[in-house]
């Protein structure tokens, strides 16, 4: 077996020409380079006052809908948070009173609809996988925060507003 030593190539290197020694060609290209983007326009938008286009496929906020006459469509079937690979939908489904059945769409409704922000990767499967066409994450981008505790959005960060208000 031959040892390590044998085995390495050597590399030879040219020596450096009278221009790259002094370095002075690649000090101005360098410099043009920066003086070329330096009168440019300015690719940057400005956030709060500038808002930006966003593609029809962007996926923001989740937001839970409703049907035409103000009711919730969510009938707390859980399909949604099976489909979460990231468990980010809790769901606690509860049974209507009787006499307020007439009322609803179904028996059934989310009692405790969360869902943590901070799991979410936004994969859009909640609303794929839901019957009712329920949940869509048609929103906003998630606003910053600093508690954690603000990022788990609850029924009343999620459901949208009635249409007769």
Do not use: W
């Not at 020694?21 to 920066?34: N, Q, S, V």
């Not at 859980?78 to 468990?87: I, K, M, N, R």
């Amino acid at each position: 077996m031959e040892p390590l030593s044998n085995k390495r190539k050597v590399i030879e290197s040219k020596p450096l020409s009278f221009m790259e020694r002094i370095y002075l060609p690649a000090i101005f290209k360098g410099l043009a380079i920066t003086m070329k983007h330096f009168f440019r326009k300015p690719v940057t938008i400005r956030y709060p006052e500038e808002k930006r286009e966003y593609s029809e496929n962007f996926r923001g906020l989740h937001s839970l809908k409703r049907d035409e006459q103000g009711r919730e469509r969510c009938t707390a079937c859980g399909l949604c948070a099976l489909s979460c690979p990231a468990e980010a939908i809790t769901m606690i489904s509860a049974e209507r009173q009787k006499g307020e059945e007439h009322l609803y769409r179904e028996e059934k409704y989310a009692a405790v609809y969360e869902i943590n922000m901070l799991r979410c990767i936004f994969c859009g499967l909640c609303e794929e996988a839901c019957p009712k066409e329920a949940i869509y994450l048609d929103g906003p981008h998630v606003a910053s925060d600093y508690l954690r505790k603000d990022f788990i959005y609850g029924k009343d960060k999620l459901v949208e507003a009635p249409l007769n208000q």
